[in-house]
């Protein structure tokens, strides 16, 4: 157990977030944004103290999503100026609170000593990252139609169904469907292709859920990647072609991932409106930085 030193620059803060509430509609006109558990504010207080002088840490977390964030903790670290502080790579662990968060907004603190310095004011960049489990579900719906009963709708002028998605729960990343749409089948054809894909919309990192862990670091070939599972439901006439497209291992590139999958209808339909479920296991982390302005003591 690491104990709490004075000197030290560097704040584990642990906790479990907790909000469960329903899923939402999207339309074509709906910006995405990301949401999850958002730093509100990280200050020190008072941000401008002489050298020795104690000052306190303020970090406040809310999740602003649909889902359970769990396992949330936070470091801190200098993330400018050129003081040398002895100690400055220690870590303290504090108490996380003992109850779950619903929406409200929670206050971390730790309260600390300003370094000794022998000329000033220097300011001290530092750097909150907060970590944490989360999950983003969707249901998005591929048409599938007969060619003939394309054809007739083309001629008589009826509408072409598009694909889309009909529920999405908020979260740092967004997901949706892309591929031919509508999936034409016929008597001889009845396997359809499509792609999962989705964004980082968050502004965060992602990194596999088996990363996460209270004071552990995920590792680079661990960063910017996910799980993704796919499955259609169980009353619904569609299986896999092969095997199901789930994948423990996505790579999410450039904020965004793709993966391939293929079905096969196992019933004579004209039209059909597949539905795909989507659930998508990450943890994810965020930062932002505040400053001190440590002067010369008197």
């Known amino acids: 157990m690491v104990t709490r030193r ?22 074509e006109d709906d910006e995405e944004v990301g949401y999850g558990v958002e730093i509100t504010s990280f200050d020190a207080i008072p ?5 020795g002088d104690s000052f306190d840490l303020l970090l406040d977390v809310q999740n602003m999503g649909d889902r359970t964030a769990e396992d949330v ?28 968060f619903e929406g409200e907004m929670h206050t971390f603190t730790a309260s600390m000593t300003a370094p000794q310095i022998s000329v000033g004011p220097e300011n001290v960049g530092i750097r909150s990252r907060v ?14 139609i007969e060619k003939d009963e394309y054809a007739m709708r083309l001629e008589v002028g009826d509408p072409i169904p598009d694909m889309g998605v009909s529920r999405m729960s908020r979260g740092p990343l967004s997901v949706g469907i892309d591929g031919p749409s509508p999936v034409l089948i016929d008597e001889d054809d009845t396997t359809f ?33 996910i ?4 499955s259609f439901p169980e009353d619904t006439p569609v299986s896999w072609e092969d095997e199901d497209c789930s994948d423990d291992n996505v790579r ?9 999958c293929r079905g096969e ?18 943890g994810y982390y965020i930062d932002q930085e505040t400053s001190l302005t440590v002067k010369e003591s008197i």
């Open 73 to 100: 903790w936070a470091n801190v670290e200098r993330a400018g100026g050129s003081i040398e502080v002895d100690g400055f790579q220690d870590q303290v662990l504090l108490d996380p609170p003992t109850e779950d």
């Open 131 to 144: 970590y944490y489990k989360y999950e983003t579900d969707a249901r998005v719906l591929l048409p599938v």
């Open 252 to 260: 999410v590139y450039g904020g965004d991932f793709q993966i391939i």
């Open 227 to 230: 799980s993704v599972d796919v």
């Open 47 to 51: 941000p401008e103290v002489f050298s």
């Open 193 to 225: 292709r499509f792609y999962i894909q989705g964004q980082n919309i968050g502004g965060g990192v992602p990194y596999l859920e088996d990363a996460h862990g209270e004071g552990e670091i995920p590792g680079r070939e661990q960063r910017n990647r």
């Open 265 to 282: 209808i196992d019933e004579d339909v004209n039209f059909l409106e597949v539905p795909i479920d989507v659930n998508l296991d990450y």
């Open 6 to 27: 004075k000197e030290m620059f560097i704040v584990l803060l642990a906790a479990s977030l907790v909000f469960i509430s329903g899923c939402i509609e999207f339309g």
